[in-house]
């Protein structure tokens, strides 16, 4: 079955802006913010963004103390060639929707080990310096207009 060509980013942050970065486990070395995509066509990108939060990293948005915040932000871009096979034949772009959530800077995180190594907290700006994807790091850098 091919992905559908439409996503969420998750910012993951503190109060004092400091972001949760993941480390891809099929490129190492190639750090992003949560991301997913819609697992049917009509599946409200919300319940994805919540899915795929749990799903990366073990972290519960449940709406009261941890909560998404829809920033009505869409970016579309190339996928990388290394990843349109996953896509139904002459796919070639995706449209992404971003959230962010505020998180305490303590609470557990609990990877995927199929899909991430591991995590590192970083300030803001180091984060979106170290974000392999344009549109992830240009949402990070938005990020203190969005809390």
């Known amino acids: 079955m091919h992905k559908i060509p439409e ?7 503190t109060a004092d802006l400091e972001v949760l970065l993941i480390e891809r486990a099929d490129r190492p070395g190639f750090w992003q913010s949560v991301t997913g995509s ?19 990293t073990g972290i519960v948005a449940d709406g009261a103390a941890i909560a998404l915040r829809d920033w009505h932000l869409s970016n579309v ?20 929707h971003v959230f ?11 990877l ?9 907290w970083r300030p803001y700006l180091e984060a ?3 974000c392999f994807s344009s549109s992830n790091a240009e949402a990070i850098l938005q990020l203190p207009r969005h809390v």
């Open 112 to 120: 995927s080990p199929r899909e991430h190594l591991r995590h590192a």
């Open 38 to 56: 819609l697992d049917s066509p009509d599946e409200p990108l919300r319940e994805t963004a919540t899915r795929e939060l749990f799903e990366e």
């Open 7 to 13: 996503s969420v980013l998750v910012v993951i942050h």
């Open 100 to 110: 962010s959530v505020c998180v305490p800077r303590d609470i557990p995180i609990t």
């Open 128 to 130: 979106a310096d170290r």
């Open 77 to 96: 871009y190339e996928i990388y060639p290394v990843w349109r096979h996953r896509y139904a034949p002459g796919v070639t772009h995706n449209t992404e």
